[in-house]
């Protein structure tokens, strides 16, 4: 295998894996979770289905959306769908409920940190996005509205269902929204793999 290709798998494979392990750390924290995690939360509570299983099924939804959004799913795309939900359980079985507030605050920041690195290595990889980030740029590209309204419809509508449904909202949810950007601003770049130019077409 090229060196290239083994080190942009190996940064896919561990940023998917790392992704659910904070996923998981910050749902231990209590404190409240990302959008979408709010989603899965309030789903674990209506039908009794695991936290990880239910984050697959809600990944392969997104990822049909794509198709009348003519968006192409990459290997990481479907990585991503495939594994971050089994690694989050994996997370959530190792991990105990943290009950002191000084624990649930440096559990939260450890998980928020650690997506943010996830995030960077998974992106940086070039595999192609996840299956949540594709579904943004896709209605971006086929409506016209800005990245950060579609972003902002999509994320604050799957945030009001899981929290109709129960799932955990908190300050940790606010806290996601304020920072993540900025954390996956100062990793990408230090994560992003460099490819060789394409060879011009004679």
């Keep these: 295998m090229p060196p290239l290709l083994a080190l942009r798998l190996s940064k896919l494979l561990s940023g998917v894996f790392l992704y659910g392990i904070a996923m998981s750390?910050?749902?231990?924290?209590?404190?409240?979770?990302?959008?979408?995690?709010v989603l899965s939360l309030g789903l674990v509570r209506q039908t009794g289905l695991p936290f990880g299983l239910l984050t697959i099924l809600i990944g392969v939804a997104v990822l049909l959306l794509w198709w009348p959004l003519r968006q192409r799913a990459g290997l990481g795309t479907v990585l991503n769908a495939l594994l971050v939900g089994p690694s989050a359980q994996l997370g959530?079985?190792?991990?105990?409920?943290?009950?002191?507030?000084?624990?649930?605050l440096l559990v939260f920041a450890a998980g928020l940190l650690l997506l943010a690195l996830a995030t960077g290595l998974y992106i940086g990889a070039r595999f192609g996005p996840g299956p949540r980030d594709g579904l943004m740029t896709?209605?971006?590209?086929?409506?016209?509205?800005?990245v950060w309204a579609v972003r902002t419809g999509i994320e604050g509508s799957v945030l009001l269902a899981g929290w109709w449904m129960g799932g955990a909202v908190g300050v940790g949810t606010?806290?996601?929204a304020l920072l993540i950007g900025p954390l996956v601003g100062l990793t990408l770049p230090w994560?992003?793999?460099?490819?060789?130019?394409?060879?011009?077409?004679?």
């Design 25 to 37: 750390l910050m749902v231990r924290a209590g404190l409240g979770v990302a959008p979408w995690d």
């Design 92 to 104: 959530l079985w190792l991990l105990p409920e943290f009950q002191l507030l000084w624990q649930q």
């Design 138 to 146: 896709g209605l971006h590209a086929r409506t016209g509205w800005p």
């Design 174 to 176: 606010l806290a996601f």
């Design 191 to 202: 994560c992003e793999t460099r490819l060789p130019p394409r060879p011009a077409l004679a």
